[in-house]
């Protein structure tokens, strides 16, 4: 890319050529959040399920799609099938129809149905979560908000937690290959790891919490608290009617799902 | 008049650029140690951390930030979020009354956080998973065995959360203080709540901001 050329790409809206990672981020953000909270508030395994299939189908139509199935993969296998083997021991031998026997107990249907209502929950809820995170860039979201009205303190907080979190890891990195090099082993066995926990872990602490001295003199120096409306260097294209209206029917059926699976489920 | 309000300016940013980067240690630490030990989570060191140094009101905020950045992870983290804004409201407190100038006072004050952070965030869960276990490893070393033994389910659940976290609390308190003895005093009284964390005595027209 040329100089003209990155100069240009500020001068437009922020495009990424799919619908989905185009939608306006905080319309996107409504409808992930009530499908999300609907499939926490019913906890039942038909309403996650269909959250599930519905993330994996937009998941399926962005250019993430392989990242997103490799990361809920992983999630589904280390979080619930831990969680299923709790649930079935606790229920192991308890009254009601017998669903089928492991180890000579009997397991009964009760106790499937509730790991069911577990995982579809947690797989429901982190598959609308992370098709929204994949899929947005979180200075497009902090700037759609702080155009809404949304203190530039908040928004700056929010941003720098996300680059904070980066930063801090390749910094844990670079100590640890550092500490490395003075002879201090971090490989190995359980104890030679636990050992090696303090001089990895607090060099990058105390030296990011005694940088912030030089961050602060830098905000100071552009202003940073100076009153005024704060400009953005990138521009995000307003809402249009039909992602205001994709936003509001997400809340409306998150709303009666919410209800009907209460009442019905 | 105007010394003292641009004061106030400059230790509202050092805080406001501890928040993230508290938010940032509570990732972490959580990898770090928690991958290594499967029994401290560290999670919350960052929280205490910035309740220490910066007041109650910042040490609920990086717990908050913390949770939500989490629920990425972890959906059920979202249920937890008042509890670790209140790690960071109890961190404040203590500070305040100078707990953080005394390793022993620090390691007396773990139960409250365990309180917390096991036997709360325990009845939190045994309510949003429907009044069962929750597959963590508490559960399946101490609640699960206990509920056989004939302890009511909430209960088995609660000692379990509560031994467990009370381990993890204790580490992630040493270690904060050690942190807060690891940095030089000069960085500490800019911070709003660094006079009470260290043991340095001075004069407040001493120091230049």
Redesign the interface.
Known sequence: MTEEQFVDSFRKYQKKGNWWCDFHPVAKMVTCLSL?FMC?IV?RWQVGLIIFLLAGGIAFLTPVWKKYFKMIGI?FLL?CV??????L??HMGDPGPVAFYLFGKSVPVAAII?CL??IF??EG??GI??VF?MTTEMRDLCCCLEQLGMSS?VT???L??????T???EK?NRVRESQRARGIETEGN?FV??KS?LP???P???S???G??D??LA??ARA??ADGVHTSLRKIQPAKRSEKTVAVVAVIVSILGCVAGKLFL | MVQKKKKKKRLDNMTLLLIPLAVAINMVAYNVLYSTTMVILGDSIGTILVGAVCGPFPGAIVGILSNLVNVIKNPVMIVMMPLNALFGIAAGTLARRRIFTSFWKTVICTPIFGFIGGWLSGSIIFLAMGGDFWGNLASVVIGIPLFRAGVPKYFAMAVGQLLFDCIDKIVCLILVFLIIRSLPDRFLIKLPYGKYVTTKQYREEDIEF
């Open positions: 999300g926490l906890f999630m979080g831990f969680t299923v083997i709790v649930r021991y606790v509730s209502d577990l929950m947690i809820f982190l979560f992370l995170f303190t700056f907080m929010v720098s937690t996300f680059s904070s979190i930063s801090i890891k844990l359980l790891k636990v926990i990895v872990l607090f990058v602490i105390i990011s919490m005694t912030i001295e961050k602060t905000m100071d940073f608290a």
